[in-house]
C-alpha cells in the first residue's frame, strides 16, 4: 500500500531531551516536507528537501534540523525541544517539486508535547 | 509577503451548495491546491489549480483568478461527510525551490 509513515503518532517529553520523529514513504517520491499544524495558525512548512542530500528551511524552521540521506526517509530532528514545540506534526510527499499537479501525500501525524 | 486569507468557519445544508474562498498574495505563484482534513486525521488532496478557469471533480470545483490572486472550493449536492475543513495551499517558487504556504483552513459544518 502506498503510504508515508511516521513514528512515533504521540510523544509526551521534556524540555531539553533531544528527539527524532521519523518520516518514510515507499512512492520513490522527490519530494518531502515536514509541518506542524497549530490551532488558529495551520498548517506552517518547517522544511522541505527537493531530492536527496538537498534540504530548505520553510517559514518556521527555528529549533528543528532535518536530513535526506535515502530518498524515502526524511527525519526531523529536534535537538532540544522546548514547550512551544507543542504541536501536531505532519509529514508529506510528492512525485516532485516540478509544476505539475503532483499533491502532497501526507502521513497520519505525529501528536508532541513538550513539558 | 506570502499570505492566504479563508474564512474561518461555515455553515451549508445538506443538499445545497457551499463555495469557499481563498485570497492570497505571493510574488513566486506556482499552482494553488485544496486539501480536506476531518478532524483529527491527515489533509487530503481534494483540487489543484495553476491557470486561471475552473476545474471540476466531481461534486467539487475549484476556480482560479491569478490576476485577483483569488480562488474558490465549490461543493455540490453537500452530504454530511462533507463536514470537515478546507484547506488552501499555495506553492511558490520565489526562491527558487518549491515552498508550500497553507491558509489556516475553513471548517465546513454541514446541517442535516
Known amino acids: 500500500e502506498a503510504q508515508v509513515t511516521q513514528n512515533p503518532r504521540y510523544l509526551i517529553t521534556v524540555t531539553g531531551k533531544k528527539l527524532t520523529v521519523t518520516c518514510s514513504q515507499n512512492?520513490?517520491?522527490?519530494?518531502m516536507s515536514w509541518y506542524r499544524q497549530d490551532p488558529g495558525l495551520g498548517l506552517r512548512q518547517i522544511y522541505y528537501?527537493?531530492?536527496?542530500?538537498?534540504?530548505d528551511k520553510g517559514d518556521v524552521p527555528e529549533g528543528y534540523k532535518v536530513s535526506r540521506k535515502e530518498k524515502r526517509n526524511f527525519p526531523l530532528i529536534l535537538e532540544s525541544p522546548s514547550p512551544n514545540q507543542t504541536s501536531l506534526y505532519f509529514c508529506a510527499s510528492s512525485l516532485a517539486a516540478e509544476p505539475y499537479s503532483y499533491e502532497q501525500y501526507f502521513g497520519p501525524g505525529t501528536r508532541l508535547t513538550v513539558t | 509577503g506570502q499570505n492566504i486569507d479563508q474564512p474561518t468557519e461555515m455553515t451549508a445544508t445538506e443538499g445545497a451548495i457551499v463555495q469557499i474562498n481563498c485570497t492570497y498574495q505571493t510574488s513566486g505563484f506556482n499552482g494553488l491546491f485544496w486539501y480536506q482534513q476531518h478532524a483529527g486525521e491527515a489533509p487530503t488532496f481534494l483540487s489543484y489549480?495553476?491557470?486561471?478557469g475552473l476545474e471540476e471533480k466531481g461534486r467539487f470545483s475549484s476556480f482560479l483568478s491569478r490576476s485577483k490572486g483569488y480562488s474558490y472550493l465549490l461543493l455540490k449536492e453537500l452530504q454530511m461527510k462533507d463536514s470537515a475543513s478546507y484547506l488552501c495551499?499555495?506553492?511558490?517558487?520565489?526562491?527558487?525551490?518549491?515552498?508550500?504556504?497553507f491558509g489556516t483552513g475553513t471548517r465546513l459544518k454541514v446541517l442535516a
Open positions: 512512492m520513490n517520491h522527490e519530494y
Open positions: 495551499a499555495v506553492r511558490d517558487s520565489t526562491s527558487g525551490t518549491y515552498k508550500y504556504i
Open positions: 528537501s527537493m531530492n536527496v542530500e538537498v534540504t
Open positions: 489549480n495553476v491557470l486561471d
